[in-house]
């Protein structure tokens, strides 16, 4: 099993940056890969980022360039530094840490991101 525990949302204004924190504790070892989701009122949870054990990341071209998620593997934490925050980036994110042997979805409670115009 494994617990997530974020922290880092907030309201900030468009134009801003927020830091958004995810620690892993439980089986961390499991793990294969990390990462960030978002779901906005009435639409579907989508990716934000992604980063794998050995550093490979993902990001979809909504915040690419804008977004940067990073990883400390001896902490089993990752981050997601978002800059340049639009309106359009409000939602509760979540994060996502992906088992390596079946693709298992580790999920944490959320924490709302408001970007205010």
């Known amino acids: 099993q494994v617990h997530l525990v974020e922290s880092g949302g907030g309201l900030v204004q468009a134009g801003g940056s927020l830091r958004l924190s995810c620690a892993a504790s439980g089986i961390t070892f499991s793990i294969n890969s990390m990462g960030w989701y978002r779901q906005a009122p009435g639409k579907q949870r989508e990716l934000v980022a992604r980063?794998?054990?050995?550093?490979?990341?993902t990001y979809p071209d909504s915040v690419k360039g804008r977004f940067t998620i990073s990883r400390e593997n001896a902490k089993s934490t990752v981050y997601l530094q978002m800059n340049s925050l639009k309106p359009d980036d409000t939602a509760v994110y979540y994060c996502n840490a992906r088992r390596g042997v079946d693709a298992f979805d580790y999920w944490g409670q959320g924490t709302q991101v408001t970007v205010s115009s």
């Open positions: 980063i794998t054990r050995g550093g490979t990341t």
